[in-house]
């Protein structure tokens, strides 16, 4: 019971490390080698604390002590978004294929970005990513849009800029639009390529690929960037 008013300003200190450490990232603080680990630690040890809370707010209950039990509240409160997200994060990551590199035609996907820099996650294939892509993502696929290629690089890049994207480079005659999408906690930056296609019965085909320069997963997050873009597109 002792430990309850301890428990709260050091359930603050560990809750507000979570984006500390994220957001130290994303403006080069420090690095993501550094920051994991510690995310790791303040995962465990806000685990713990949240554990240590529960029972203090039991026994003071069970003995009538209003102030340890609504401290103990507290704790609990301050401590169960950061936990609930990284149990989020942890799930997520148990339910998606580990890929990176995500596209909506594997037979001939957009290229990478010439502008991904040296270092970053190399690009991966239809041999390795064609099977579980489609296991998992068996929604996406090229868009088919009525309106001729010029239009459609147009829209495209407007459709970019609308969704935060930065476009880098544009190949209006061969339909190409690099852009990059940088996450809002870590600063994790994607690289997307579009690529529009003049069809011969008339129209046009958009193809996206998207990959993230670091991790072996992405969490879903290519997969979910490029079905918002082709939602976006079709409007």
Not at 6 to 21: E, G
Not at 50 to 61: P, S
Not at 81 to 107: E, R
Not at 150 to 175: F, H, M, N, S, T
Request: net charge positive; aromatic share 8%; no cysteine.
């Amino acid at each position: 019971m002792k430990l309850v008013p301890v428990l709260l300003p050091l359930a603050v200190v560990v809750a507000l490390s979570f984006p500390v450490l994220a957001l130290g990232v994303r403006f080069g603080w420090w690095g993501l080698a550094l920051a994991l680990p510690l995310l790791a630690g303040a995962a465990l040890t806000a685990a713990i604390m949240l554990a240590l809370a529960g029972v203090a707010v039991l026994l003071a209950l069970r003995r009538q002590y209003r102030q340890a039990t609504q401290q103990g509240i507290w704790v609990i409160l301050v401590l169960a978004v950061p936990v609930a997200m990284v149990f989020h994060f942890g799930l997520k990551a148990s339910q998606v294929p580990v890929l990176y590199d995500i596209a909506t035609t594997w037979d001939n996907p957009p290229p990478i970005s010439s502008q991904r820099p040296p270092g970053a996650n190399p690009p991966q294939s239809a041999a390795s990513n064609r099977e579980p892509q489609q296991a998992f993502y068996p929604d996406l696929g090229p868009l088919t849009l009525a309106e001729d290629k010029a239009k459609v690089v147009a829209r495209i890049q407007q459709v970019a800029a609308e969704l935060g994207w930065q476009v880098v480079a544009v190949d209006a005659d061969l339909g190409l639009v690099e852009a990059t999408d940088t996450t809002f906690w870590f600063g994790f930056v994607d690289d997307i390529t579009v690529r529009a296609t003049g069809l011969a019965q008339g129209g046009t085909q958009v193809d996206v690929r998207s990959v993230s320069r670091v991790g072996k997963s992405d969490l879903g997050k290519n997969a979910e960037r490029i079905r918002a873009f082709l939602a976006a597109l079709r409007v």
